[in-house]
């Protein structure tokens, strides 16, 4: 088993910038992907982006220049550096993590970029 916790989410005016972590707990010797994902009000869940254990990274091509993904040293952490912050930005933002076949999530924080 795997435990997400993320911090960092908040209120910020458009054009400003927000730092999420998550950092996972638990069995993490093995994790082969981490990433970030939104879910708006009355839409469905999405990718943001995500990292693989080779330092491999993918973005949406909505967040593509603005945002940035990363790992901390220890690979049990991961960063979203969010830059140039949109109103339509603001969602529930969730940690995700891949262990071979199994899928976890974090609790989600909230992220509100007000205009």
């Known amino acids: 088993q795997v435990q997400l916790v993320e911090s960092g989410g908040g209120l910020v005016q458009a054009g400003g910038s927000l730092r999420l972590s998550c950092v996972a707990s638990?069995?993490?010797?093995?994790?082969?992907?981490m990433g970030w994902y939104r879910q708006a009000p009355g839409k469905q869940r999405e990718l943001v982006a995500t990292?693989?254990?080779?330092?491999?990274?993918n973005y949406d091509e909505s967040v593509k220049g603005r945002f940035t993904i990363s790992r901390g040293n220890a690979k049990n952490t991961v960063y979203l550096q969010m830059n140039s912050l949109k109103p339509e930005d603001t969602a529930v933002y969730y940690c995700?993590?891949?262990?071979?076949?199994?899928?976890?999530w974090g609790q989600g924080t909230q992220v509100t970029v007000s205009s």
């Open positions: 995700n993590a891949v262990q071979m076949t199994r899928v976890y």
């Open positions: 638990g069995s993490i010797l093995i994790i082969n992907v």
């Open positions: 990292i693989n254990s080779g330092g491999g990274t």
